[in-house]
């Protein structure tokens, strides 16, 4: 059984930085990213609003992000230690959410999600 989990939410001041993670195991064993999914992305939820793409890191280094957060936000991978990472720069309060990773296997269609980790900034 595959499972995602991010971390590293909190509550910050406008203006400031946060570095979401998320890890993956497979039958409670780490999961090698690269091996397993040929895509990840990271996804945000404000209350009342839809979930909304945010940031796609691919297999090869291409990474994509939504108009809101391009040139503050920055996807990356640790490909030695399993960590899809999430920096958020020059925070604002339109950015609180629950922020969510996911994979997209490359085997299968089969996509799998974390659980979300929370993010508020304070104005």
């Known amino acids: 059984q595959v499972q995602l989990v991010e971390s590293g939410g909190g509550l910050v001041q406008t203006g400031e930085s946060l570095r979401l993670s998320c890890r993956g195991t497979?039958?409670?064993?780490?999961?090698?990213?690269l091996g397993w999914y040929r895509q990840m992305n990271w996804y945000r939820q404000a209350p009342g609003k839809q979930r909304e793409f945010i940031a796609t890191f691919a297999n090869g280094g291409v990474t994509n992000y939504a108009d809101s957060v391009k040139g503050r936000f920055t996807a990356s991978r640790d490909a030695v230690n399993h960590i899809l990472y999430l920096q958020m720069n020059n925070l604002q309060p339109e950015d609180t959410a629950v922020y969510y990773c996911n994979g997209e296997a490359i085997v299968g269609p089969g996509v799998d999600w974390g659980q979300g980790t929370q993010v508020t900034v304070s104005s």
């Open positions: 497979r039958n409670g064993a780490r999961l090698h990213l």
